[in-house]
């Protein structure tokens, strides 16, 4: 399920690493059980859902490091008072660049692009992030 859509849900994942210097290679399969909740007079099962993404970092300095990611995940469809609403189920695929840049030893900016896949998902995405390690 969506962050945010409102349902509780039970997550579980298995993460995969790898490195072989100077790349690390991700793997990582979800899976999401997505609980059933009273809305009005109307009893809603979302679907639960699958998802996997494979990435690779490459540290192209001690300082620098590149990333592509791919994810992708399905949800099934969904169920109102028992029944199943037909092509409630949605297919989410994305495709990442980033890059990351150590501006201190306690901070870090990183920048990623990315590009929907599928109708479920934006055209583009951009994101930036500065963690802060204190």
Known sequence: MLPGAGFDAVQTTLTAVKRKDPPVFLG????????????????????????????????????????????????????????????SGQTVGILQIGASIALSDAVLLIATVGAGLTQATPDFLFGVAMPVRF
């Open 28 to 87: 990582r399969y979800t899976h999401s059980f997505n609980l059933a909740a009273q809305r009005n007079v109307f009893s809603i099962a979302p679907g639960d859902a699958n998802g996997f993404s494979l990435q690779t970092l490459l540290a192209v300095s001690p300082d620098v490091s590149l990333s592509t990611a791919f994810t992708a995940s399905y949800a099934g469809d969904s169920r109102v008072n028992g029944q199943r609403v037909e092509a």
